[in-house]
């Protein structure tokens, strides 16, 4: 069963420094996301991605935070500098249609800023 | 705010038994409900969903129950598996941006003690 896939697992970074999480989504899908949670709180939307240009995006997803689909395959998260409450799981997502009834997750990077 | 809320964190079930969740939401503009279930260290998986016109959606074990009036549904798992444990949200699409997101509940741990 086709699925989406994420790397690293696990990322651990100082503060101040960039990071860049990266997907791939299943490959017939159009439309793509990140979410991320917290550590005991919900999984937070953060940015959908369609047609090369961001959709949507939450007032968590600020000035530090960019997303590219640099090619046919990859789709990346980028923090540009991180903060200690960026520390959370990182999960991206993508589907077929458009209003997102079903999603498919990535297993998630843990980012862990210290 | 909490649009979509699942007040119990946990709930701890024995094999064989009935397995109740609880999600209460707020909006009543949402239309579609899915629950997600959750392993430590994998991404979210779609589990079951429900359209507001409907009141009950039955897939194998699981059955989701929607009352409108109430803005509150359940997902029933019966019998309950030691499988089955896991975080399992509820959530809404929010159809507010041009793609659309998922808003997620905090989750519910289940644990099926066999």
């Known amino acids: 069963e086709p699925e989406v896939t994420q790397t690293p697992s696990h990322q651990v970074t100082q503060m101040g420094q960039e990071v860049i999480l990266r997907c791939v989504p299943i490959?017939?899908?159009?439309?793509f996301y990140w979410y991320r949670q917290i550590l005991g709180q919900k999984v937070e939307f953060l940015v959908s991605f369609y047609n090369n240009e961001i959709s949507e995006k939450s007032e968590i997803f600020d000035d530090q935070f960019s997303v590219e689909r640099p090619d046919g395959s990859n789709f990346t998260l980028k923090i540009r500098s991180t903060k200690l409450e960026d520390s959370a799981m990182y999960f991206c997502?993508?589907?077929?249609?458009?209003?997102?009834?079903?999603?498919?997750f990535g297993s998630g990077t843990q980012l862990s800023v210290l | 705010d909490q649009q979509v809320k699942q007040n119990s964190p946990s709930l701890s079930v024995q094999e064989g038994r009935i397995s109740i969740l609880n999600c209460d939401y707020t909006n009543s503009m949402f239309d579609y409900f899915l629950w997600y279930k959750k392993y430590p260290a994998e991404g979210p998986t779609f589990l079951i969903s429900i359209s507001s016109i409907k009141d009950k959606n039955e897939d194998g074990r699981f059955t989701v129950f929607l009352n409108k009036s109430a803005k509150h549904l359940s997902l029933h798992i019966v019998p309950s598996q030691p499988g089955d444990s896991a975080v399992y949200f509820c959530a809404a699409p929010n159809y507010g941006g041009s793609q659309g997101n998922l808003i997620f509940g905090k989750g519910t741990k289940l644990s099926v003690k066999p």
């Open positions: 490959s017939n899908h159009l439309y």
């Open positions: 997502a993508s589907s077929v249609g458009r209003l997102n009834e079903k999603l498919f």
